[in-house]
């Protein structure tokens, strides 16, 4: 090999799943600096006293992740989920649909400041919530449609469609 050639960039494709992948543990390393962030937080409030850091810690994660509560119903041709996520609209909300998984992120954050005389009051108040669905069935990820209205997020996910066995006549050569 000439040093001409080791100097050469490798071009790597990665699977679209490994990318997807990559997305996820990226959002949990988010989410969890940000439940490090707020528990030290109550830390500080405390008074920097030990002693109560999984207490925190929870407190800090039930305070920033949310329940989603979900239904879902079956019929013949789809699946239809219905879950709960008041307080998000659609630009806070992405999902994220394989053959079998079903998977529902949301973010949302508000900032209020207020100033009175000398005093400044600032507050951030983030919402978030994580939820994986494993799917009774193959679904058709393509066609997946998705709104929100009055905090309700619906899908409606296309089942695949079901191939029959066919007959195939074998011919003497």
Not at 49 to 66: I, K, N, P, Q, Y
Not at 117 to 138: K, S
Not at 150 to 165: I, Q
């Amino acid at each position: 090999m000439t040093s001409k050639e080791a100097l050469q960039p490798v071009t790597e494709t990665k699977s679209p799943i490994f990318v997807e992948f990559e997305k996820l543990f990226e959002q949990m390393k988010d989410f969890t600096e940000t439940v490090a962030k707020r528990a030290y937080d109550f830390f500080e409030a405390r008074g920097y006293e030990l002693g109560h850091e999984l207490e925190d810690w929870f407190r800090a994660e039930s305070e920033l992740m949310r329940r989603v509560p979900v239904e879902m119903t079956e019929t013949e041709t789809a699946l239809t989920i219905r879950a709960e996520v008041p307080g998000f609209e659609a630009k806070d909300i992405k999902v994220s649909v394989e053959q079998r998984q079903l998977i529902l992120t949301g973010k949302t954050e508000m900032a209020t400041e207020e100033k009175k005389d000398e005093t400044v009051y600032n507050e951030r108040r983030m919402n978030q919530f994580y939820r994986t669905i494993t799917l009774p069935t193959e679904v058709d990820a393509t066609n997946v449609t998705a709104s929100v209205k009055n905090g309700v997020l619906e899908l409606t996910l296309p089942k695949v469609a079901k191939t029959e066995a066919v007959q195939v006549e074998v011919k003497a050569a």
